[in-house]
């Protein structure tokens, strides 16, 4: 029985509280799911690009680290008591995801410039496969800022992604047994370069001198998940 003063929940209060509950869950399913990665992190799946801006510009406490993948975001911890804490600030982000986190991010800071000289072995094949001219490839990757999704491969890999995806090619049949420190590739919708001499797949389509990954730099790599790029086209 409720007590004197309190209003009994009718059935259509509880009914609206219901739809709310399973409206949260519906939009939480579309937007991400969160999975444990033992007892100090969590695996988000979700938008990447924008979970993590949101979840930079909103760090809860007791976050570590935030390392971006291809369409999983590990959430690092500081202890195992942070664990119920967090997932429940990620719950949140992923219920009421913050639309300007993601234009915000993306203003902050200017792009790392990149010079290349655009002689890679594979420039023509690109060329060919897109069906348009060595010039135009150009002119494509050095007309767009990149965006770094994630990191890896190898300490200062970044995986580049473009706003329009014009220059999405395959990766090559046969991956080369060295590709030299510098090289600047495509493949699968990515742009990259090596940060040092590796074998590797991708599409050469020329090479910087720019140091990717230098251990005595703070931080060490040049171009970090959510680094924005320009590669410009140098001649000589």
């Known amino acids: 029985m409720p007590e004197e003063g309190d ?27 969160i999975r444990r990665a033992g007892d100090r ?3 988000v799946t979700a938008p990447v690009a924008h979970f993590v801006a949101a979840l930079r510009a909103k760090r809860p406490d007791g976050v570590r680290d935030i390392l971006p993948a291809a369409e999983t975001v590990l959430v690092t911890l500081d202890s195992p008591r942070d664990a119920e804490r967090v ?5 949140a982000l992923l219920d ?9 991010s993306e203003t902050s800071a200017d792009p790392v410039s990149i010079p290349v000289r655009y002689d890679g072995a594979d420039l023509d094949d690109v ?13 494509a990757h050095t007309g767009t800022v990149w965006r770094c999704a994630f990191v890896g491969f190898a300490p200062g890999f970044g995986y580049l992604e473009s706003p329009d995806g014009r220059l999405r090619v395959p990766r090559r049949e046969q991956s080369r047994t060295s590709i030299p420190a510098g090289a600047v590739a495509l493949a699968g919708g990515y ?8 074998p590797g797949g991708w599409r050469l389509i020329g090479h910087t001198a720019l140091t990717m990954w230098d251990t005595d730099r703070d931080p060490p790599a040049l171009v970090r998940a959510g680094t924005a790029v320009r590669f410009e086209e140098v001649r000589r």
Do not use: K
């Open 7 to 33: 209003a009994p929940e009718s059935n259509s209060s509880a009914a609206d509280r219901d739809g709310d509950v399973r409206s949260a869950a519906i939009r939480r399913a579309q937007a991400g799911v």
């Open 127 to 139: 060329a060919r496969f897109l069906e348009i001219t060595t010039a135009e490839v150009i002119a």
């Open 87 to 91: 997932h429940r600030a990620l719950t």
């Open 191 to 198: 742009s990259a370069v090596y940060p040092r001499a590796s």
């Open 41 to 43: 992190a969590w695996l």
């Open 96 to 104: 009421s995801p913050d639309p300007t986190a993601a234009r915000t």
